[in-house]
């Protein structure tokens, strides 16, 4: 099983609709989580970062935690096509991260 | 702040050169370094960290004297990709871990180094 599940399916949608990613991982040691976002043939950007369960938010970016169910969520609310890129999920502890495999997201003007 | 710089973006080289990578923080010292791998429509695949003044840790399969990793000081880590084949070449991209970040794990990216082995 790996240490952190991302559906990698390309997700179109238009703009102004919300945009829900989400990501599963095995591993409960990890303890902290993060979304970065990628721009095509460029570095990762760090987008949120928690370290508990329940919902924090930034803007209008919305990142869901459930440690139970060792689920995590990434919503966008209003969503703009400079929203176009992938996005990861990141599970970090002991010093290292375990990233998932990016979601392709497209927001069609 | 928190950025990190990558030297040079792009590479092209022929097959059997060896070609260097350099990561830099340019606005906080790092004592953790990493350096990843990413293919097309790939996630980022850990292959060493990077610690200041010591011998990288690699990941299992990486070959550590095909990608040699010096990490010279608190802001400074190299990739050196020796002998390379048309197989090494993909997205390099290092990553930095601000030194006073206490338990935080998050780690700021550079922008990537694309490298083609011809």
């Known amino acids: 099983q790996k240490e952190v599940e991302q559906d990698p399916g390309p997700l179109s949608v238009p703009e102004g609709a919300i945009v829900s990613l989400n990501c599963t991982y095995s591993?409960?040691?990890?303890?902290?989580f993060m979304w970065y976002r990628q721009y095509s043939r460029k570095g990762p950007e760090l987008l949120m970062y928690?370290?508990?369960?329940g919902n924090k938010e930034d803007g209008r970016f919305t990142a869901q935690v459930d440690k139970s169910s060792k689920y995590i969520s990434l919503f966008i609310r209003d969503s703009q096509p400079s929203d176009s890129a992938t996005y990861l999920c990141?599970?970090?502890?002991?010093?290292?991260?375990?990233f998932g495999k990016g979601n392709q997201v497209v927001v069609i003007p | 702040g928190a950025v990190v710089s990558q030297h040079p973006s792009w590479v092209i080289c022929k097959s059997g050169t060896s070609v260097k990578i350099e990561c830099r923080s340019l606005?906080?010292?790092?004592?953790?370094m990493f350096w990843y791998r990413q293919f097309p429509k790939q996630s980022l695949m850990l292959m060493a960290t990077?610690?200041?003044?010591?011998?990288?840790?690699?990941e299992q399969g990486v070959e550590k004297d095909k990608f040699l990793i010096n990490h010279a000081s608190l802001t400074l880590s190299t990739l050196t990709v020796t002998s390379a084949h048309p197989e090494d070449s993909s997205f390099y991209i290092c990553?930095?871990?601000?030194?006073?970040?206490?338990?935080?794990?998050?780690?700021?990216f550079g922008p990537g180094t694309r490298l083609t082995v011809l």
């Open positions: 606005d906080f010292q790092a004592t953790t």
């Open positions: 990077s610690n200041e003044g010591s011998k990288a840790t690699y």
């Open positions: 990553s930095a871990r601000p030194e006073t970040s206490g338990s935080r794990v998050e780690q700021f």
């Open positions: 990141a599970i970090g502890g002991n010093n290292r991260l375990a």
């Open positions: 928690t370290y508990s369960s």
């Open positions: 591993n409960s040691a990890f303890q902290y």
